[in-house]
């Protein structure tokens, strides 16, 4: 069977761009981390934070939470800068998650601060200033 010349081309850039397209509906969690078990009231934020690129930022910002109380779980979506944070409403709410968050990360092997390294860009699709 004979296939004309720009069939496999057409096919390879729709393959690519189902999985660009697909990525966004069935990204997988790039960090997860649960600090306490459900008590309270559990509710769950949604943010997109500007500096969570990575498995390494993720991970950085997860420490963020340690001493933030009442936060339950974090779950990270780097490739669409996404934190879902899982918390009791009961304790804390969105706005000292984002504090958190926007924090300054402390090295705690070097001592070294760092300011600015996330910025929260939206709560649950409403954009910040």
């Given at each position: 069977?004979?296939?004309?010349g720009?069939?496999?081309?057409?096919?390879?850039?729709?393959?690519?761009?189902?999985?660009?397209?697909g990525?966004?509906?069935?990204?997988?969690?790039?960090?997860?981390?649960?600090?306490?078990?459900?008590?309270?009231?559990?509710?769950?934020v949604?943010?997109?934070?500007?500096?969570?690129?990575?498995?390494?930022?993720?991970?950085?910002l997860?420490?963020?939470?340690?001493?933030?109380?009442?936060?339950?779980?974090?779950?990270?979506?780097?490739?669409?800068?996404?934190?879902?944070?899982?918390?009791?409403?009961?304790?804390?709410?969105?706005?000292?998650?984002?504090?958190?968050?926007?924090?300054?990360?402390?090295?705690?092997?070097?001592?070294?601060?760092?300011?600015?390294?996330?910025?929260?860009?939206?709560?649950?699709?409403r954009?910040?200033?």
């Amino acid at each position: 069977m004979r296939v004309s010349g720009w069939v496999v081309p057409v096919l390879v850039a729709l393959a690519a761009l189902a999985g660009i397209g697909g990525a966004r509906f069935l990204a997988a969690p790039s960090y997860v981390r649960d600090y306490a078990a459900a008590s309270g009231r559990p509710e769950t934020v949604r943010l997109v934070v500007r500096g969570l690129r990575c498995v390494d930022t993720a991970e950085r910002l997860g420490g963020q939470f340690e001493d933030t109380p009442g936060v339950l779980r974090y779950v990270a979506y780097a490739s669409r800068n996404e934190a879902h944070v899982t918390y009791d409403g009961t304790v804390t709410g969105p706005a000292a998650v984002r504090a958190a968050i926007e924090a300054p990360v402390v090295d705690t092997e070097s001592g070294e601060v760092e300011f600015g390294a996330f910025e929260v860009v939206s709560v649950d699709g409403r954009r910040m200033r």
